[in-house]
């Protein structure tokens, strides 16, 4: 069980989930935060998004989130919806409701019963101690299969602070910004200015480097909490020599980075219906973005997806994805290696795998891509996992 | 059975198939051709696509078609073997490689056996005849579960011409210029000019408006065939007053564009696994390249696919595709009919459905989406189809 001075979390079934699972969880801080956020870039943004854009430019008290319901989509009632949970947190903890940071994940276009909510509100607040992240990690989820949670310790100037963080998946992932939900918590003082510049890299090769069927959220939203301290956060940074490139940046910078990535791949895992374990890394691009633009194209194609479910090394469909992706490259230069087994060399079949090695080269869990471009230095990793019949039966009848 | 003065088509097995359904295809001309063609945008080619792209500059005796092996991604063989065919179709019929055209489709990166077609090719030859255009159609079919074909006659200043088509599917389409092949075939007499400019915007609104699974292949072709007649044609085009816009152009531009979009409904109807026919067309948008975006964005979502396979109506994740393809839109101007029946009004849930139409407005196999953007004047639509359990059946086990 994770813990970490001055956050105290909760978890309740407020009755959003008809099933009694946990549906709403609650962070609140004894001392004010900061919060360094990126949301969906998806242009129809759900309410407590815009909401929590605005907020996370204020000090921040609380987090109330709630899963069984996307609050997306529903015109004026999601702002004012959302505005009464924020009333009912702000009476109880007595903080404005400015102050407080608010998430939904679930179904879209169906109302929020904002009533549920309030009314397990005062419960939330009461029950809310240094042990409850386990409840709250579980208040996230939706069709995730486990709960995903991860943290580290680092020592900065001989003083140990923690990162914990949670994530929840495990459909409409390809976020573009961040996870559906992610949230980071921890008690190293950092400047925002800092800490904005840390997190936005620390998301973009974690959260932004995965996908699970390439759709992009109206929900997504990853946020990492830290104290707010106002000049004395500057100043103990700069006592800190908190320059970037410092020894004390690049140890927060990995222990974010690392916590991030972990959940990122817990997400993939989780993948709706997944059964494989994906990572597809395109080297010696021309430039990053199109390693990216690549890696994920291949990740994203049904016919790459369905050919790892069915194990059947059918590499042209990865040579037509590459060849799709619309990214300058040299056609008859690509090398692509399968858990470090050169099968394709030059744009062609490799000869040297035998039947047997050829037939089985796809039956690990967990299978590494590196697809060689042979024309630049740039090099770019995605996660992602495979699709099955499981995917569909799970999406043809979420609602139900 | 279609016919067509000058045309002469063959069909015959040869053995890349293993279950002895046909695989190879020729048509002979008794005049020469011109040929107007796109190819597919993938940056991997397969070698037919690199030849015949240059031998489409030349007048056309003749077109060999495989299926079973797509020819692509073996190097320096592709072309090696591509020509020994080439050559083969050249020593029967008394014409030159260069005025052949060829093609294949089938698995990516495995070689092509020329021997089998080369042994094939004096009957092929031998058999072609004005009857022979079922067993050529049938000859070029892969995972397809029928056979697709479509005719058109007109007349034009009192004369009678034909058009008749045929086309292959059903995986690995987005098409990106084509479908995977696309044969039309016309006595009318027409300038390459003209008929290159009519053929490009025939596809633009069928071939390249529909999409299967996002996939777009690396042998995706479509070529127009009609009477090579040199400065002959010229002089029958201007006696027709053959210009932009003028009755003749339409009458053929609009029958032309009938038997591409008929053929590009049945690739759609024929999708790996489909069981539902989808149109998407957006309307009102800024730009008709936006328009397009976003309906291929729908399209190829896999939530969006899936929710049609469960007949659920979980119109948010519509919008959560809407909103992330990018397009400049209004995001809260949006409305959604499905088969004219109102859903989503000004981006909210529509309250005028009864429980009971909610509940069958998806169970039609026909479904006619309407996203109306009010913001501009464009229009576009696109076709597709759901995905279901059986489409990973299919892809999981291609090759085997």
Known sequence: MEKINNFSFSGKSCGLKKNKNLDVGLMVSETPLNVSAVFTRNKVKAAPVIISKKNSKNVIKALIVNSGNANACNGKYGILDA???????????????????????GVIGERLDATLIERAVPELVKAADKSGFDDFAKSIMTTDTFCKTASKEV??????????????GSGMIMPN???????IFSDIPLSKEKADEIFKDCVETSFNSI??????????????????????????????????SSANYNIVKNALSEVCFELAKMIVKDGEGATKFIKITVMNAYTESGAKKIAFTVANSPLFKTMITGEDLNWGRIMAAIGRSSVPLKPENIDIYINDKLIVQDS???????KAEEKYVLSPKEIDFKIDLKCGKKNRSVLTCNLTKEYIDINASYRS
């Open 211 to 244: 996908t699970v069927d390439g759709d992009t959220s109206t929900n997504d939203t990853a946020a990492f909490f830290y104290p707010h301290a106002g000049e004395n956060t500057e100043k103990v940074n700069k006592e800190r020599s908190f320059k970037k």
């Open 177 to 183: 910004m961040a996870t559906m939900l992610a949230f």
């Open 348 to 354: 062609t079949v490799f000869k040297g795998l035998s």
């Open 83 to 105: 505005k009464r949970v924020l009333e009912s947190v702000s009476k109880e903890i007595g903080a404005a409701p400015e102050n407080i940071f608010i998430c939904s994940t």
């Open 155 to 168: 020592i900065l100037d001989g003083v140990k602070y923690s990162i914990i963080g949670t994530a929840k």
